[in-house]
Protein backbone atom coordinates (compact mmCIF):
# COMPACT_ATOMS: atom_id res chain seq x y z
CA UNK A 1 0.00 0.00 0.00
CA UNK A 2 2.79 3.01 0.96
CA UNK A 3 4.27 2.23 -2.37
CA UNK A 4 1.40 2.64 -4.61
CA UNK A 5 0.73 5.85 -2.14
CA UNK A 6 4.49 7.23 -3.05
CA UNK A 7 4.15 6.38 -7.01
CA UNK A 8 1.21 8.19 -6.97
CA UNK A 9 2.46 11.30 -5.22
CA UNK A 10 5.47 10.89 -7.85
CA UNK A 11 3.55 10.50 -10.53
CA UNK A 12 1.74 14.04 -10.28
CA UNK A 13 3.81 16.96 -11.75
CA UNK A 14 1.15 19.31 -13.14
CA UNK A 15 -2.43 20.64 -12.23
CA UNK A 16 -3.54 18.37 -14.84
CA UNK A 17 -2.44 15.32 -12.82
CA UNK A 18 -4.49 16.79 -9.96
CA UNK A 19 -7.84 17.86 -12.30
CA UNK A 20 -7.28 14.08 -13.31
CA UNK A 21 -8.12 13.01 -9.68
CA UNK A 22 -11.17 15.63 -9.85
CA UNK A 23 -12.73 13.89 -13.36
CA UNK A 24 -12.22 10.29 -12.14
CA UNK A 25 -14.17 11.24 -8.80
CA UNK A 26 -11.34 9.89 -7.07
CA UNK A 27 -13.16 10.07 -3.45
CA UNK A 28 -11.31 10.80 0.00
CA UNK A 29 -10.25 7.64 1.48
CA UNK A 30 -7.78 6.28 4.38
CA UNK A 31 -5.08 7.11 1.99
CA UNK A 32 -6.61 10.75 0.02
CA UNK A 33 -7.55 13.73 1.47
CA UNK A 34 -8.17 16.90 -0.08
CA UNK A 35 -8.20 20.74 1.80
CA UNK A 36 -9.60 23.98 0.70
CA UNK A 37 -6.37 26.48 1.15
CA UNK A 38 -7.96 29.63 -0.74
CA UNK A 39 -7.38 31.22 2.57
CA UNK A 40 -3.87 32.08 4.90
CA UNK A 41 -3.60 29.38 6.86
CA UNK A 42 -5.17 30.44 10.64
CA UNK A 43 -4.55 28.55 14.04
CA UNK A 44 -7.99 26.58 13.27
CA UNK A 45 -6.27 25.46 9.44
CA UNK A 46 -3.17 24.82 11.54
CA UNK A 47 -5.14 22.61 14.07
CA UNK A 48 -6.86 20.68 11.01
CA UNK A 49 -3.64 20.11 9.36
CA UNK A 50 -1.31 18.56 12.52
CA UNK A 51 -4.66 16.31 12.86
CA UNK A 52 -4.51 14.86 9.06
CA UNK A 53 -1.14 14.99 9.20
CA UNK A 54 -0.94 13.10 12.52
CA UNK A 55 -3.75 10.37 11.51
CA UNK A 56 -1.91 9.68 8.19
CA UNK A 57 1.72 9.15 9.95
CA UNK A 58 -0.31 6.29 12.32
CA UNK A 59 -1.72 4.87 9.88
CA UNK A 60 -1.12 3.57 6.21
CA UNK A 61 0.54 6.90 4.95
CA UNK A 62 -1.41 9.10 2.85
CA UNK A 63 -1.71 12.35 0.51
CA UNK A 64 -3.31 15.59 1.54
CA UNK A 65 -3.81 17.88 -1.55
CA UNK A 66 -4.52 21.56 -0.84
CA UNK A 67 -6.46 23.99 -3.11
CA UNK A 68 -9.16 21.65 -4.23
CA UNK A 69 -12.57 21.85 -3.08
CA UNK A 70 -15.23 18.69 -2.02
CA UNK A 71 -18.89 18.78 -3.06
CA UNK A 72 -20.92 20.55 -0.60
CA UNK A 73 -23.62 17.44 -0.65
CA UNK A 74 -21.34 14.71 -1.39
CA UNK A 75 -18.19 15.80 1.23
CA UNK A 76 -15.61 13.11 -0.08
CA UNK A 77 -15.74 14.04 -3.25
CA UNK A 78 -13.88 16.40 -4.88
CA UNK A 79 -15.16 19.29 -7.06
CA UNK A 80 -12.57 21.57 -8.32
CA UNK A 81 -9.18 22.95 -8.01
CA UNK A 82 -10.17 26.64 -6.12
CA UNK A 83 -6.09 27.12 -5.16
CA UNK A 84 -3.92 28.17 -2.49
CA UNK A 85 -3.77 31.34 -0.75
CA UNK A 86 -0.16 33.12 -2.29
CA UNK A 87 1.03 33.40 1.46
CA UNK A 88 0.30 29.52 1.98
CA UNK A 89 4.05 28.26 0.67
CA UNK A 90 5.87 25.38 1.55
CA UNK A 91 7.84 27.40 3.99
CA UNK A 92 5.03 27.62 5.72
CA UNK A 93 3.53 24.56 5.77
CA UNK A 94 7.02 23.22 6.71
CA UNK A 95 6.85 25.46 10.14
CA UNK A 96 3.79 24.06 10.75
CA UNK A 97 4.29 20.46 10.38
CA UNK A 98 7.96 21.11 12.17
CA UNK A 99 6.07 22.51 15.45
CA UNK A 100 2.91 20.96 15.45
CA UNK A 101 3.76 17.26 15.30
CA UNK A 102 5.93 14.79 17.81
CA UNK A 103 8.16 13.07 17.81
CA UNK A 104 8.96 14.46 14.05
CA UNK A 105 7.95 12.22 10.95
CA UNK A 106 10.68 11.06 8.85
CA UNK A 107 10.79 11.02 4.84
CA UNK A 108 7.47 13.08 4.15
CA UNK A 109 7.63 15.44 1.63
CA UNK A 110 5.84 17.85 0.40
CA UNK A 111 5.77 19.83 -3.91
CA UNK A 112 3.78 22.89 -4.93
CA UNK A 113 2.61 22.54 -8.66
CA UNK A 114 1.02 25.79 -10.40
CA UNK A 115 -0.38 26.42 -14.05
CA UNK A 116 0.46 30.23 -13.60
CA UNK A 117 -2.80 31.20 -12.57
CA UNK A 118 -3.72 27.71 -9.78
CA UNK A 119 -1.58 26.40 -7.01
CA UNK A 120 -1.73 23.41 -5.19
CA UNK A 121 0.22 21.82 -2.46
CA UNK A 122 0.81 18.33 -2.29
CA UNK A 123 1.86 16.59 0.76
CA UNK A 124 3.08 12.68 1.02
CA UNK A 125 2.97 11.27 4.26
CA UNK A 126 4.30 7.91 5.03
CA UNK A 127 3.11 5.03 7.10
CA UNK A 128 5.41 5.43 10.30
CA UNK A 129 7.16 2.67 12.51
CA UNK A 130 8.54 5.19 15.08
CA UNK A 131 5.16 6.74 16.25
CA UNK A 132 2.51 7.08 17.75
CA UNK A 133 2.90 11.04 16.29
CA UNK A 134 0.76 13.25 18.71
CA UNK A 135 -0.68 16.23 17.40
CA UNK A 136 0.99 19.17 19.59
CA UNK A 137 -2.02 21.32 18.56
CA UNK A 138 -4.87 19.14 20.31
CA UNK A 139 -2.07 16.90 22.89
CA UNK A 140 -3.85 14.02 20.92
CA UNK A 141 -3.02 11.24 18.64
CA UNK A 142 -5.06 10.90 15.34
CA UNK A 143 -5.55 7.79 13.10
CA UNK A 144 -7.61 7.23 9.84
CA UNK A 145 -10.96 5.88 9.78
CA UNK A 146 -12.47 5.69 6.36
CA UNK A 147 -12.04 9.20 5.12
CA UNK A 148 -11.95 11.05 8.74
CA UNK A 149 -8.80 11.60 10.92
CA UNK A 150 -10.48 10.92 14.49
CA UNK A 151 -8.97 10.80 17.74
CA UNK A 152 -7.01 7.44 18.80
CA UNK A 153 -9.45 5.40 21.86
CA UNK A 154 -6.58 4.57 24.90
CA UNK A 155 -6.32 1.04 23.73
CA UNK A 156 -5.43 1.74 20.51
CA UNK A 157 -2.48 4.05 21.89
CA UNK A 158 -1.07 1.60 24.50
CA UNK A 159 -1.46 -1.15 21.10
CA UNK A 160 0.53 1.53 19.28
CA UNK A 161 3.27 2.02 21.87
CA UNK A 162 3.47 -1.38 22.81
CA UNK A 163 3.95 -2.88 18.90
CA UNK A 164 7.29 -1.31 18.76
CA UNK A 165 9.31 -1.91 22.11
CA UNK A 166 9.08 -5.96 20.96
CA UNK A 167 12.49 -8.47 21.21
CA UNK A 168 12.91 -9.78 16.97
CA UNK A 169 15.60 -12.66 17.50
CA UNK A 170 17.09 -14.27 14.36
CA UNK A 171 20.18 -16.60 14.11
CA UNK A 172 22.85 -16.20 11.64
CA UNK A 173 26.05 -17.44 11.29
CA UNK A 174 29.10 -16.78 10.62
CA UNK A 175 31.34 -18.61 7.67
CA UNK A 176 33.14 -20.05 7.66
CA UNK A 177 37.05 -20.49 8.74
CA UNK A 178 39.51 -23.89 8.36
CA UNK A 179 39.01 -25.57 11.99
CA UNK A 180 41.73 -28.18 11.40
CA UNK A 181 43.61 -29.86 8.40
CA UNK A 182 42.81 -33.15 8.64
CA UNK A 183 40.03 -34.96 7.45
CA UNK A 184 37.25 -36.68 9.60
CA UNK A 185 37.56 -40.10 6.60
CA UNK A 186 38.96 -39.97 3.02
CA UNK A 187 35.10 -39.07 1.51
CA UNK A 188 35.25 -36.06 4.37
CA UNK A 189 35.94 -32.17 3.44
CA UNK A 190 38.07 -30.41 5.82
CA UNK A 191 36.61 -29.42 9.45
CA UNK A 192 35.16 -26.08 9.30
CA UNK A 193 34.20 -23.59 11.69
CA UNK A 194 30.78 -22.18 11.97
CA UNK A 195 29.83 -19.37 14.74
CA UNK A 196 26.64 -19.07 15.54
CA UNK A 197 24.89 -15.51 16.43
CA UNK A 198 21.81 -14.59 18.18
CA UNK A 199 20.93 -11.68 16.76
CA UNK A 200 17.92 -9.07 18.50
CA UNK A 201 16.48 -6.62 15.67
CA UNK A 202 13.64 -5.32 17.53
CA UNK A 203 13.09 -2.74 19.67
CA UNK A 204 12.76 -4.60 23.01
CA UNK A 205 15.00 -6.51 25.53
CA UNK A 206 14.94 -10.25 24.69
CA UNK A 207 14.72 -12.08 27.90
CA UNK A 208 14.01 -15.88 28.63
CA UNK A 209 15.78 -16.58 25.12
CA UNK A 210 15.31 -20.13 23.95
CA UNK A 211 14.93 -22.02 21.10
CA UNK A 212 15.03 -25.28 18.85
CA UNK A 213 17.95 -25.92 15.85
CA UNK A 214 17.83 -28.88 13.52
CA UNK A 215 20.49 -29.07 11.65
CA UNK A 216 21.10 -31.74 8.31
CA UNK A 217 21.15 -34.82 8.88
CA UNK A 218 24.26 -37.46 9.66
CA UNK A 219 24.28 -38.34 6.27
CA UNK A 220 25.59 -35.04 5.23
CA UNK A 221 27.80 -33.68 7.87
CA UNK A 222 30.01 -34.74 11.19
CA UNK A 223 30.11 -32.27 14.08
CA UNK A 224 33.12 -33.10 16.49
CA UNK A 225 33.41 -29.91 18.51
CA UNK A 226 30.73 -27.25 20.55
CA UNK A 227 32.99 -24.56 22.46
CA UNK A 228 33.38 -24.05 26.00
CA UNK A 229 31.72 -20.77 25.85
CA UNK A 230 29.12 -22.34 24.90
CA UNK A 231 28.63 -24.63 27.03
CA UNK A 232 28.81 -22.09 30.00
CA UNK A 233 26.41 -19.69 28.79
CA UNK A 234 23.47 -22.37 28.33
CA UNK A 235 22.07 -24.16 30.56
CA UNK A 236 22.71 -27.48 31.15
CA UNK A 237 20.78 -29.43 29.63
CA UNK A 238 20.17 -33.07 27.99
CA UNK A 239 18.17 -31.84 25.25
CA UNK A 240 20.94 -30.34 23.77
CA UNK A 241 23.40 -32.68 21.67
CA UNK A 242 26.37 -31.06 20.50
CA UNK A 243 26.84 -33.82 17.79
CA UNK A 244 24.74 -34.85 15.45
CA UNK A 245 21.12 -33.83 13.77
CA UNK A 246 18.88 -31.74 15.64
CA UNK A 247 16.24 -30.64 16.79
CA UNK A 248 18.67 -29.14 20.04
CA UNK A 249 17.00 -27.05 22.48
CA UNK A 250 19.19 -24.76 24.10
CA UNK A 251 18.39 -21.75 26.62
CA UNK A 252 20.30 -18.81 27.39
CA UNK A 253 20.79 -17.51 30.79
CA UNK A 254 21.15 -13.98 29.50
CA UNK A 255 19.50 -10.66 27.84
CA UNK A 256 20.14 -9.88 23.99
CA UNK A 257 19.53 -6.31 24.30
CA UNK A 258 18.18 -4.68 20.90
CA UNK A 259 20.77 -4.29 18.25
CA UNK A 260 22.89 -6.30 19.60
CA UNK A 261 24.02 -10.24 18.95
CA UNK A 262 25.54 -12.92 21.04
CA UNK A 263 27.69 -15.80 19.54
CA UNK A 264 25.82 -18.64 21.44
CA UNK A 265 27.36 -22.00 19.90
CA UNK A 266 30.33 -23.05 17.67
CA UNK A 267 30.66 -25.69 15.60
CA UNK A 268 33.42 -27.51 13.87
CA UNK A 269 31.83 -29.41 11.18
CA UNK A 270 32.95 -31.80 7.93
CA UNK A 271 30.62 -32.32 4.87
CA UNK A 272 30.25 -35.50 2.96
CA UNK A 273 31.55 -34.82 -0.58
CA UNK A 274 29.50 -37.10 -2.16
CA UNK A 275 26.21 -34.77 -0.91
CA UNK A 276 27.51 -31.32 -1.53
CA UNK A 277 25.72 -30.43 -4.43
CA UNK A 278 22.40 -31.69 -2.66
CA UNK A 279 23.13 -29.84 0.25
CA UNK A 280 23.53 -26.55 -1.88
CA UNK A 281 19.81 -26.71 -2.81
CA UNK A 282 19.02 -27.39 0.80
CA UNK A 283 18.18 -25.19 3.91
CA UNK A 284 21.45 -25.99 5.91
CA UNK A 285 19.75 -24.78 9.47
CA UNK A 286 15.95 -24.61 10.96
CA UNK A 287 15.47 -22.64 13.76
CA UNK A 288 12.57 -21.69 16.14
CA UNK A 289 13.14 -19.24 18.73
CA UNK A 290 11.50 -18.03 22.11
CA UNK A 291 11.25 -14.77 24.19
CA UNK A 292 9.58 -12.81 26.65
CA UNK A 293 6.72 -10.49 24.63
CA UNK A 294 7.90 -11.89 21.24
CA UNK A 295 5.41 -14.18 19.10
CA UNK A 296 7.84 -17.58 18.47
CA UNK A 297 10.29 -17.00 15.40
CA UNK A 298 10.95 -18.97 12.69
CA UNK A 299 13.66 -19.24 10.14
CA UNK A 300 15.92 -21.06 8.15
CA UNK A 301 19.85 -20.36 6.91
CA UNK A 302 20.90 -21.58 3.63
CA UNK A 303 24.93 -21.69 2.82
CA UNK A 304 26.63 -19.42 0.65
CA UNK A 305 27.97 -19.98 -2.78
CA UNK A 306 31.15 -18.38 -1.15
CA UNK A 307 30.90 -21.37 1.42
CA UNK A 308 30.47 -23.82 -1.06
CA UNK A 309 33.78 -22.97 -3.12
CA UNK A 310 35.45 -23.16 -0.27
CA UNK A 311 34.14 -27.05 0.45
CA UNK A 312 34.77 -27.68 -2.90
CA UNK A 313 38.12 -26.82 -2.90
CA UNK A 314 39.09 -28.67 0.56
Not at 98 to 112: F, L
Not at 225 to 231: D, I
Not at 271 to 295: D, I, K, T, V
Request: contains cysteine; proline residues 5%; glycine residues 6%.
Amino acid sequence: MSDSIKNLYDSMTTIDDVQKLIDDEERESVTLDYKQAERRWNHTAKEKIAKHISAFSNSEGGILIFGVQCDDADKDKPKAITGLHPQNGVEDFDRIVTAAIRPEINGWQRKKITNGKLAVLLVYIPASDAGPHQSMKHKQYFHRSGAQSIAMEHYLVQRYFGKHYHPQLEIEILEPSRFRATYPQREWTHYFSLQFLLRNRGKGNARGCSGHIALPSSKYIVTNHATPYFRAQVEQSRSWQSEGPGPHYFVLPRDIHPGASFCFYELAIAFHSQYLQELRELPFLHWELYAEGMESQKGSYTLSEHFFNLLLDS
